[in-house]
């Protein structure tokens, strides 16, 4: 647990480094280190590594920027061991979560990283806890549903709604009485735009 011990950018390249050999590390907590490009980028050829066994990172409280989260994509994509990703507290990664435009690069990134990406379980990327097998499709399931009065942010309901829209199992996705942040209604639109088997969505009093 390497959590608040002010790395810095720089001071996690050079850690993670050390680490492109490992053979035995398999949880890795990064938290509270302002670690952003340089340490991303060796966290994604570490990711990406056939013979890393990582199965737990905690990348929480950083200044991971957008760059980063492509570079984190890149990673998850070729990724066969992690299944938890914590990435919590890194605002600069989101930017404008969603425009009319569409999506921000970092929520596409991640989300595209995930739907290729066949051992994760769960992300959380604010309070809200994503199962990526089920949003994904990977464990199939006809119904997406969730506990009522949890809370689901911004960055979690683009992110959520990313991995429904390539969904090609689910028929429903309910949300009801889920505490949602301001955005789920453009979320929500822009799942709906290329998902072609849900039939039902229900948000009644999000």
């Given at each position: 647990?390497?959590?608040?011990?002010?790395?810095?950018?720089?001071?996690?390249?050079?850690?993670?480094?050390?680490?492109?050999?490992?053979?035995?590390?398999?949880?890795?907590?990064?938290?509270?280190?302002?670690?952003?490009?340089?340490?991303?980028?060796?966290?994604?050829?570490?990711?990406?590594?056939?013979?890393?066994?990582?199965?737990?990172?905690?990348l929480s409280c950083n200044v991971?920027?957008?760059?980063?989260?492509?570079?984190?994509?890149?990673?998850?994509?070729?990724?066969?061991?992690?299944?938890?990703?914590?990435?919590?507290?890194?605002?600069?990664?989101?930017?404008?979560?969603?425009?009319?435009?569409?999506?921000?690069?970092?929520v596409e990134s991640l989300a595209?990283?995930?739907?290729?990406?066949?051992?994760m379980v769960k992300v959380h990327?604010?309070?809200?806890?994503?199962?990526?097998?089920?949003?994904?499709?990977?464990?199939?399931?006809?119904?997406?549903?969730?506990?009522?009065?949890?809370?689901?942010?911004?960055?979690?309901?683009?992110?959520?709604?990313?991995?429904?829209?390539?969904?090609?199992?689910?028929?429903?996705?309910?949300?009801?009485?889920?505490?949602?942040?301001?955005?789920?209604?453009?979320?929500?639109?822009?799942?709906?735009?290329?998902?072609?088997?849900?039939?039902?969505?229900?948000?009644?009093?999000?």
């Open positions: 647990n390497l959590r608040l011990n002010r790395l810095g950018d720089e001071g996690g390249k050079m850690l993670l480094d050390g680490l492109a050999d490992n053979s035995t590390l398999t949880h890795l907590n990064l938290s509270c280190n302002a670690l952003d490009h340089d340490s991303a980028q060796q966290i994604s050829t570490i990711v990406g590594s056939s013979s890393n066994p990582l199965q737990s990172l905690d991971l920027s957008e760059d980063a989260g492509r570079l984190l994509r890149d990673g998850l994509q070729h990724n066969t061991t992690l299944t938890s990703l914590d990435l919590r507290g890194n605002e600069p990664l989101w930017g404008l979560i969603e425009s009319d435009e569409g999506r921000a690069d970092a595209r990283g995930l739907q290729a990406n066949d051992t990327v604010d309070a809200f806890e994503l199962q990526v097998p089920v949003l994904t499709g990977r464990a199939a399931a006809l119904e997406l549903h969730y506990p009522e009065d949890r809370r689901l942010g911004d960055v979690s309901a683009a992110i959520l709604c990313a991995l429904v829209e390539h969904n090609p199992t689910a028929k429903s996705l309910d949300l009801s009485k889920v505490k949602a942040a301001g955005q789920l209604g453009r979320s929500i639109g822009l799942c709906l735009k290329g998902n072609t088997a849900l039939v039902a969505v229900r948000l009644q009093e999000s």
